[in-house]
């Protein structure tokens, strides 16, 4: 089979098509046949040297992948849920190697879903790390109220417009930031205002938000703080902060997650399939690539200007 992997971390020049035995599934495993596999920042970040790279480079060469739909052409032995011939999707083995981007992966049954018929393979592997961060986000880590003033930075982002749908569907007051390109993107997401970074500075338009989910980091975390109320709730997403963050957060009295990480749960990708069924959520797809353009998609994300979310295709989808 095909997959792409790198032997050094570097730059998206290092990922390279090889062929590679198609994998068999342990007891709980099943063996997927990819369709669509979605790229996200901690794949570019990891394969520069960054975020996971630490953690899985005894693993090199390595395949990253973490998002994929596809079908189901064998079972291991215990595996109770899903037959030859099931459409499933979900986030798989993260923070651990995924493997994803190839023609087959074996993935765990438990981090698996049906895919909806309602929607297409690109449209699932889009909904999976970057939904599911939004959810955990709003309702494990954090537990967004209705009629919460929420803002979410970087809401045109792979994150950002799931966590617009979903906040919106949880019953909250939405506030998106982003630049003015994707102004009416944001708006059209469900938020109720937006608010263009690079026009004007957020901390002296807006006060007592409730709940913030933070993408950018670094300062920016500090400048989120001034808008918050005593007491509201930040997420913040990217790692890195410093001791001068969390004495700003404790002087508000605020709950804050300094590095929320997302995980695998077959409980809450259920929730977002039930939610893309519904047409509470709905992925935007800016861009597809063939698998072996890997690259060419690290590279789209590289520009930190992602409206949505980058897909990659294998052969069985194209
Ligand atoms: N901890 C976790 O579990 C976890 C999970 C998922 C993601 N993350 C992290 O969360 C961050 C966001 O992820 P993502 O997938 O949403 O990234 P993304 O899709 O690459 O975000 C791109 C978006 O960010 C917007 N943006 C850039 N600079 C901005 C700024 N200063 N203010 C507001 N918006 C800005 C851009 O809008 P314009 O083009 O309009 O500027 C673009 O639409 C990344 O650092 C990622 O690694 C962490």
Known sequence: MKAVAFEKFGSADELIVEDRAVPDPAPNEVLIKTCAISVNPVDVKTRQGGALASMLMESLPLILGWDVSGVVV???????????????????????????????VVAPEGHLVAKPNAVTHQEAAATTL???TA????????????????????ASGG?????VQIAKYLGAYVIGTSSAKNREFVLACGADEHLDYRDADFTKQLKGID??????????????????????????????????????AESKSLTVNYFM?????????????????????KPHISKTFRLDAAGDAHREIETGRTRGKIILETAACC
């Open 261 to 281: 990480s997302v995980f695998p749960s077959s409980q809450h990708m259920q929730q977002i399939a039930s939610l893309l069924s519904s047409g509470d959520i």
């Open 130 to 132: 970057a939904a599911l």
């Open 74 to 104: 064998a079972c291991g032995d215990s595996v109770k849920r899903f037959q030859s011939g099931d459409e499933v999707f979900g986030m798989i083995r993260f923070p651990n190697v995924p493997n994803g981007y190839a023609e087959y």
């Open 211 to 248: 709940f913030s989910l933070e993408t950018q980091g670094g300062e920016h975390f500090e400048r989120t703080v001034k808008v918050m109320r005593e007491g509201g709730t930040i997420i913040n997403l990217p790692s890195g902060l410093g001791e001068s963050a969390r004495t700003a």
């Open 159 to 163: 994150v950002g417009h799931f966590a």
């Open 135 to 154: 959810w955990q986000a709003f309702t494990h880590f954090g537990k967004l109220k209705q009629n919460d003033r929420v803002l979410i930075h970087a």
